[in-house]
């Protein structure tokens, strides 16, 4: 390795490392400021980094003040029919657009991408009045609702089917598979990645919602870890340290889902060519 290639490398490692340092230090000084007094966490001078007294008492009262057991119980709960919903229905509906041919198969693709350039906060009216007649406000069926059919899931997967060749699937028809079987059988263990790289994004993106179950579950009951934080905030002032606190207890589940399955994660982000 030549002296410009070393020189190359660390300007790399040196910029990457930078860049890592920028995107912790948010979660730092959430950190921290979790520790501190309500005067320091609102403090300006821009030395006060550490606090001067580690302050466990926010965390005490966070905990006093919400009940986190039912939060992290909505939450997953939530995360998890999401994420079997869109692994199952996405992944059935995207193997019928990519490898089956039925009348109006373009057309309806076409509603399904339609959709996905639409802004969700259209569809909130028509989906809080079904789940209102349906008498199913502040449960989680409520919060699974607009999740049961995933737009970007169908279009995701429906690129991974694509890319199987269909020699595989002509072989399975050949030796007695039916539709159901070959799909089963045969296009879905080639496409783990791809169902990987699915349940990773909808469990993100159930777990950051915010604006539906705080219109949908009013019950402190049926909240959940996003929508909690939200009503911490007072109208006129916000407790920083409080909610500091608050944070860290709401993120830590995810964070260490992303310490378990780092590999995979890293591997379904690149298989599908995608940015958070």
């Not at 609702?145 to 002509?170: C, D, N």
């Not at 539709?179 to 990773?200: D, N, R």
């Amino acid at each position: 390795m030549t002296i410009r290639d070393k020189s190359y490398r660390v300007f790399i490692h040196t910029l990457l490392i930078i860049g890592s340092g920028i995107m912790i230090m948010p979660f730092v000084w959430m950190l921290l400021t979790s520790f501190k007094s309500a005067t320091e966490a609102t403090s300006m001078n821009p030395f006060v980094f550490f606090p001067t007294q580690w302050r466990i008492e926010n965390y005490i009262d966070v905990i006093k003040q919400n009940n986190f057991i039912r939060l992290y119980y909505n939450t997953i709960s939530m995360i998890f029919w999401n994420v079997l919903c869109a692994v199952v229905f996405s992944s059935m509906a995207a193997y019928a657009f990519a490898r089956l041919k039925f009348p109006g198969r373009d057309f309806f693709f076409g509603i399904v991408l339609f959709q996905m350039m639409i802004p969700t906060q259209i569809f909130i009216i028509p989906q809080y009045l079904m789940v209102d007649k349906l008498g199913a406000r502040n449960t989680i069926f409520a919060l699974v609702f607009p999740g049961l059919v995933s737009a970007f899931g169908t279009f995701l997967m429906r690129q991974f089917f694509k890319g199987i060749p269909s020699e595989l699937e002509q072989a399975a028809r050949i030796d007695g598979c039916n539709i159901g079987q070959t799909f089963i059988l045969i296009m879905l263990p080639l496409v783990k990645s791809g169902l990987v790289a699915l349940s990773i994004f909808t469990a993100l993106f159930s777990f950051k919602n915010l604006m539906w179950p705080l219109i949908v579950n009013s019950s402190t009951d049926a909240a959940t870890l996003a929508s909690a934080l939200a009503k911490i905030q007072s109208a006129y002032s916000v407790k920083y340290n409080i909610l500091m606190a608050a944070s860290v207890l709401a993120i830590w589940p995810m964070i260490l889902i992303y310490f378990i399955f780092q590999k995979q994660f890293m591997q379904s982000v690149t298989t599908s060519g995608l940015t958070m």
